[in-house]
């Protein structure tokens, strides 16, 4: 039980996704412009990489693993991710429009997420069991939402300050990005992996 | 080795056909009727989500027209060219769009504005008008930073000498430069007819003290409520115009001329 909820910890916070290894760059700098909208962003995140977690270890073990192929991991990978992605987005399209529209093309590029493939790898790199597994798609993904609504609700208080002309848009948000992934180090001795 | 490709193969075949197969199911169960209508209809509208038809967007109007649910006659943006793309679409007879504008209610340029202070605060008027009203004496008048022309999606609103004009031409009623004045000083109304006349003025002070702050403020001496026998009428210190019996008025230069301090003007 402690050790899930270390995972847990470690997933969300002192290894998170975004801040401490940099994968899933693109939606958290394209869908943090606002707080609605990363909160719909993190949480379509979230269910993904839990569900891709859930259905790439079965994979894993039971097809991969029993017939010896675990070289066709990335390939098996990436199948599930697209396929998962494509329902979502039917799912969302259909009981949120308006969401649908907001995400906008940041909702198919889930698929090519790095964020939710490098989730999937890291588990099979730690040799998590099934609900190990389980809890750290959930961790990545709540820590993926974090990242977002923490730079979401920087960059709205952004809007009302003055950016020197040359740093306005990405170049002020890449370095803000620095600056919390920076501050997600000092978290970096509480657990370790 | 043959082996491996083999069920490298079939297990790959595998798991993309049990895909497959689960993304047509959910696709099925998940279908959208999207009305082809709709569709066209949002096309032939301008897209700028003004929301002057009353509706959040343009998407929204084009689902309740589609619908029959308005008339096609709502879209203000557009103006009569979308009006009639859309009644064609949906067979029915267009009718002619009311033209409204904003009007600007107050008539002081900076050269006439009586100021207090010196501003030097931030160059909205918001700002100013939230600074113990900026720099000018009038409570009620414009401030002319802009925040109208700013919040015009049709770029339709100018700041002539500190006071913004809205040119009735390029205007398309959608309202948002009402809601962007902090003093509340434009209004939307219905243009009757070229000869139309409005209180360019909203002070609601005692006339002597709207002469102190204002050479061109209404100072509520009633001389239009005379003349034109109901249509103006004094109210709070204010003229107050009904502006939809103005195309009744025969008299519209007379009440012009005799306004005495000249906050009567025409569009």
Sequence with gaps: MVNLVLIFLAASITHNIVLTYFLGVCPFIGVSKKIEQAVGMGLATTFVMTVAAIVTWLIYHFILIRFGLPFLQYVSFIIVIASLVQIVEMFIRKFSPPLYRALGIYLPLITTNCAILGLTLFMVLRDYDFFESVVFGLGSGAGFTLALIIMAGIREELECCDIPKPLEGAGITLIIAGILALTFMGFSGLISN | ?????????????????????????????????????????????????????????????????????????????????????????????????????????????????????????????????????????????????????????????????????????????????????????????????????????SNLDKGADTRKVCPVGCIACGICQKLTEGIFHVEGNLSRVDYEKLTGLSNTDEVVKKCPTKCIVHI
């Design chain 2, 1 to 201: 080795m043959d082996n491996t490709i083999l069920i490298s193969i079939l297990s790959m075949a595998g798991l993309g056909l049990f895909f497959a197969v689960v993304l047509a199911i959910v696709n099925q169960k998940l279908k959208i009727k999207e009305d082809p209508l709709v569709e066209k209809l949002e096309g032939v509208l301008p897209r700028l989500n003004c929301g002057a038809c009353g509706f959040a967007n343009c998407h929204i109007y084009a689902e309740k027209l589609a619908k029959k649910e308005v008339s096609p006659n709502q879209c203000r943006a557009g103006g009569e060219e979308v009006t009639n793309k859309i009644s064609e679409i949906l067979g029915v007879s267009a009718e002619r769009p009311e033209k409204k504008a904003g009007i600007v209610h107050c008539g002081a340029d900076a050269s006439k504005r009586k100021k207090k202070a010196v501003y030097t605060g931030i160059k909205t008027c918001i700002a100013a008008h939230a600074t113990s009203g900026g720099e000018i004496f009038c409570e009620y008048g414009c401030l002319g930073y802009g925040d109208c022309m700013r919040a015009c999606p049709f770029g339709g609103i100018e700041i002539v000498n500190g006071l913004a004009k809205i040119n009735p031409d390029i205007c398309t009623a959608c309202g948002k430069c009402a809601t962007a004045c902090p003093r509340g000083l434009i209004t939307v109304e219905k243009i009757t007819s070229k000869d139309f006349i409005y209180v360019a003025c």
